[in-house]
């Protein structure tokens, strides 16, 4: 797994269990009371935003959970009064003890968190949404609402790698109409791959978001570990979650 890209810390994700689900965390990041975590296949995914909401609720401590309908978009809601977005691709929270909650099988699951204010954010992006940069809009946003940059701490979740997501030109002229750099593509025998972690990193840092966690991890090269809609894994759905603890 990756290392913070500005610093020598040997902190790292670790795999934590609990109720037979497993997912990934920094330990670190909980101590500042910001809970959070990149499940596995382990959960059923389907279990959330239904009867079961209440089992997920008491696992980790939570009054509700907030599970967007997702649109691929640049949609952003910020959380303040228990209010329920229906529709988006992006969550900030400033309310305490609410489990925002992204669903993904390749798309990139990212957390951005002010570990001072606190505040927290979880984005869904996949190819779209990254086109869309909403990773720098959502940066946009907690600053408005009283974050600073600075302060803010990344964590790129498991996601589809660029060794096995090839993509056609439309995508490639996408990116590049949107200025992103060709560093996000290779092609290999004629064949386009897009790096959508590279994509979502050069964001941050552009945002002055530097301290970033990359779990490093392919979905579609782990199948004991994750579903993959590429690998025609099209009904199973990982779980990302995070929470402002009390």
């Not at 990359?214 to 199948?223: A, E, G, K, V």
Request: aromatic share 10%; glycine share 4%; net charge neutral.
């Amino acid at each position: 797994m990756r290392q913070p890209y500005n610093t020598n810390s040997t902190t790292t994700f670790q795999l934590k269990t609990i109720r037979d689900w497993s997912y990934f965390y920094i330990p670190w990041i909980e101590e500042h009371k910001i809970r959070h975590g990149f499940f596995t296949k382990s959960f059923p995914s389907h279990w959330v935003q239904g009867h079961s909401d209440t089992e997920f609720c008491a696992a980790f401590s939570l009054d509700k959970t907030i599970v967007m309908h997702q649109e691929h978009s640049d949609t952003i809601h910020v959380i303040k009064n228990s209010e329920g977005p229906v529709a988006g691709d992006a969550i900030i929270l400033i309310q305490k003890n609410i489990g925002a909650i992204i669903k993904t099988a390749d798309c990139l699951p990212i957390i951005i968190c002010d570990l001072t204010y606190p505040m927290a954010a979880i984005v869904h992006a996949g190819w779209r949404g990254t086109a869309l940069r909403i990773t720098e809009k959502v940066a946009i946003r907690m600053e408005e609402c009283g974050a600073r940059r600075e302060r803010m701490v990344a964590m790129l979740g498991p996601a589809i790698q660029s060794c096995c997501y090839e993509v056609k030109d439309d995508v490639y002229t996408i990116f590049k109409n949107n200025g992103f750099s060709e560093s996000i593509f290779t092609c290999t025998d004629n064949t386009l791959f897009l790096d959508i972690r590279n994509a979502n990193i050069q964001m941050l840092h552009d945002s002055g978001i530097t301290t970033i966690y990359d779990i490093n991890l392919c979905t579609h090269c782990n199948p004991h570990l994750f579903y993959s809609y590429r690998r025609k894994a099209q009904e199973g759905r990982q779980i990302n979650f995070v929470s402002l603890m009390r």
